[in-house]
């Protein structure tokens, strides 16, 4: 089940969003600066996209938390699932709702180094636009479009699930 999160669920969220981040940025940036995205932290964080606008989502099965996704407009961010979670499909899940859900053409950043979620996204028809922003001579955020084609199999693949929205 896919939901919306509220002050009720976000320290579900900022549990998932922690963990899933430090993995995710382990090889990438030091211990000190990994332990600093503590479930708090993360909970700050979301609550200031939650108040500007962003629209995020916690995705739950019959064990609990999986998944988090945000969507602003036509951005889509903050895009985990919990390590050991990964691998099942939970993540294309979230994508294809993210995608449902946004007003243009769904954009998004990935980093440079992240290989597998660029091998998922580019499955689902996203491709590289060239923007980049760099972070350190070794790393950069890249930009992803949905191509106009792939926008409309997604969509069309994302409507046979039944996800709810609460």
């Known amino acids: 089940m896919i939901q919306i ?3 009720e669920n976000i320290m579900q969220a900022a549990e998932v969003y922690s963990i899933s981040w430090k993995e995710s940025h382990r090889a990438i940036c030091d211990q000190t600066f990994i332990e600093r995205h503590t479930p708090d932290h993360q909970r700050v964080i979301l609550q200031r ?3 500007q606008g962003t629209a995020v989502y916690l995705l739950t099965d019959a064990g609990g938390p999986v998944g988090i996704v945000s969507v602003f407009d036509d951005l889509i961010a903050d895009l985990y699932v919990l390590p050991e979670k990964q691998g099942k499909g939970y993540g294309t899940v ?8 946004c ?9 440079s180094s992240n290989t597998a979620a660029r091998r998922l996204y580019e499955r689902y028809g996203f491709r590289l636009t060239g923007n980049k922003k760099p972070l350190r001579s070794d790393l950069a955020e890249l930009e992803m479009v949905l191509d106009q084609c792939a926008h409309k199999k997604l969509h069309l693949a994302g409507a046979g699930k039944t996800c709810q929205i609460l």
């Open 5 to 7: 999160v509220t002050e």
């Open 49 to 51: 996209r939650i108040e």
């Open 94 to 101: 979230l994508l294809q709702f993210a995608v449902e859900h």
């Open 103 to 111: 007003r243009g053409m769904p954009v998004l950043w990935i980093l």
